[in-house]
């Protein structure tokens, strides 16, 4: 996640990589990498900026796609969407294969629910421990859904390596940092977890 004001990380924080006098592109361009090592430092937190960045460029590019962050927020409804035009897009450009995006749509759709759902479950004991453990693991078919889809947006794009998008700046290590904590926090309190549960088991 990018922003020229690394010091604001409430605002967009993903800068602009269209030169200036070019047609904007529709879709967000970012190197494979960075968007793995950010989705998953973030815990999945970047699969909403994602969203918010592909619908507000294809909206400047494109005249739809309004209201791009609600449709991030509310992604398990308008993924499909999206994913339906990058594929279109792919087929004007003349890029085929890869996963079709009926395919995209019910794993994103799928396992998000699962997600969102085991999120809000409340509870304790091993019960509530395996609950938190599948939903981190719900983010490996959601990532591969952003890794994908992003494959064909910068095939599409002409940047298939997400050359114009690949530098890590200040404001994605502000991220990073955070994200390294958050998951340190994570880790400890399933340690702290599981320990608790072993001494309940042992007396």
Known sequence: MEDNNASNLYRAPEADVTPAGQEVAPFYVVSPFKLTLLFWITMGIYDLYWHYKNWALYREARGGGGLPVMRALFSIFFAPSLFQRMSKEAREAGVTGGTPAVLLSVVYVFFTLISNFTYMAQGSGPEA???????????????????????????????????????????NWIWIVLGGLLWLATLLSLVVWVASLAGVVDG
């Open 129 to 171: 421990l395996l609950v938190q453990l599948l939903s981190m693991g719900c983010m490996i078919p959601i990532w591969w859904v952003l890794w994908r889809a992003q494959k064909r947006v910068n095939a599409t794009l002409g940047d298939a390596a997400g050359e114009t998008n690949h530098r890590l700046t200040r404001a």
